[in-house]
């Protein structure tokens, strides 16, 4: 999902002159394309952006968020130069994450059959291999080197 006013940023446009060409031709833009984010996911995500919001800062209106095919149908409705590059990165970056998202995924089942095969023998080591594909989830680092036991913390 990428946010109307990030677009329009990418477009060297304004947000409002981006969802009036929307507007215009919104038939082209199904749910599945595009669609406005309620009060509820607007606010979480500024205040996941901000401490503080500044009075008259922000968009009265709830932003759209697109979809890969919002942006993909963009270039049909933004006919300039620009609007053509911007999505052609925007696809590709897409397109990229998705494959990530499958290989890591395909990967996971291939360590999870064998780990199911040969649990015993190798646990330790798909223990190591489960810690790196969860990379969400950090451990703290354990201190190492010489300690002086005569100096007190």
């Not at 009060?39 to 919001?53: A, G, H, M, W, Y």
């Not at 008259?56 to 300039?80: I, W």
């Amino acid at each position: 999902m990428i946010l109307d006013k990030d677009l329009a940023i990418l477009y060297g446009a304004e947000t409002k002159a981006l969802n009036q060409a929307v507007k215009r031709n919104i038939e082209r833009f199904p749910d599945e394309f595009m669609f406005r984010l309620n009060k509820q996911e607007n606010d979480e995500i500024l205040r996941s952006q901000f401490v503080t919001l500044e009075m008259g800062r922000y968009s009265k209106y709830l932003p759209y968020a697109f979809t890969e095919y919002g942006v993909a149908m963009l270039s049909s409705v933004l006919n300039s130069k620009k609007a053509i590059q911007v999505n052609i990165q925007i696809i590709k970056t897409f397109v990229r994450l998705r494959e990530i998202i499958i290989s890591n995924k395909e990967l996971r089942q291939k360590i999870e059959e064998l780990e199911k095969k040969n649990e015993k023998r190798f646990k330790v080591i798909f223990d190591v291999i489960r810690r790196l594909l969860d990379a969400g989830k950090k451990e703290p680092l354990k201190e190492i080197g010489f300690r002086d036991r005569k100096k007190k913390k």
